[in-house]
């Protein structure tokens, strides 16, 4: 019996926190809420979507890894978009994005996000750099993180038409 107790333990805090989910694992259903930060000492390493044409909206995941340093003094962003309109975001000074939250809306087919930034001791943010758009209208996002990098901040745009956003990522060095 007393080997259950650790078993008993983590599924206790998984119904109380309702928002922790597995690394990796999608975080929300079409049409719903989704809300993912990395635990404590963790940075992003993945971030993962699909669209449904059905919902004209997307799933997420994500994946963390150990960071070069504790993090610390985190914190929630208010909403940094209005629907149907662009999103752009950079943690300030040499904090981190640890975690992303968003909530959609049928009427506009689209997210409102949030950012979780964070900072990591002993380190600075160096030699950043924007990637490329990382999806296509309505296609798969599969970003990783290359190792010793972390996402200072994100760029997405809208497209009424496709109901879709497309991706781009600001990621700097950590040292």
Wanted: one cysteine or more.
């Amino acid at each position: 019996m007393t080997t259950m107790l650790p078993t008993i333990t983590v599924c206790l805090l998984v119904l109380v926190q309702g928002w922790y989910v597995v690394d990796g694992q999608y975080v929300n259903g079409f049409d719903e809420n989704a809300r993912f930060e990395c635990p404590a000492n963790k940075t992003l390493s993945f971030i993962g979507s699909i669209h449904s044409n059905r919902y004209k909206d997307r799933r997420w995941q994500y994946k963390c890894r150990l960071s070069p340093g504790a993090t610390s003094d985190c914190y929630w962003t208010n909403y940094l978009n209005a629907f149907e309109q662009r999103l752009q975001h950079n943690c300030p000074g040499d904090e981190v994005v640890n975690g992303m939250m968003s909530y959609h809306s049928d009427q506009y087919q689209d997210r409102r996000f949030m950012l979780r930034c964070c900072r990591v001791a002993s380190k600075a943010t160096k030699n950043c750099y924007h990637t490329a758009f990382v999806n296509y209208w309505e296609k798969p996002v599969n970003f990783n993180v290359p190792t010793g990098r972390a996402i200072k901040g994100v760029y997405s745009i809208h497209n009424n038409h496709r109901k879709d956003r497309r991706w781009q990522f600001y990621v700097c060095h950590l040292a």
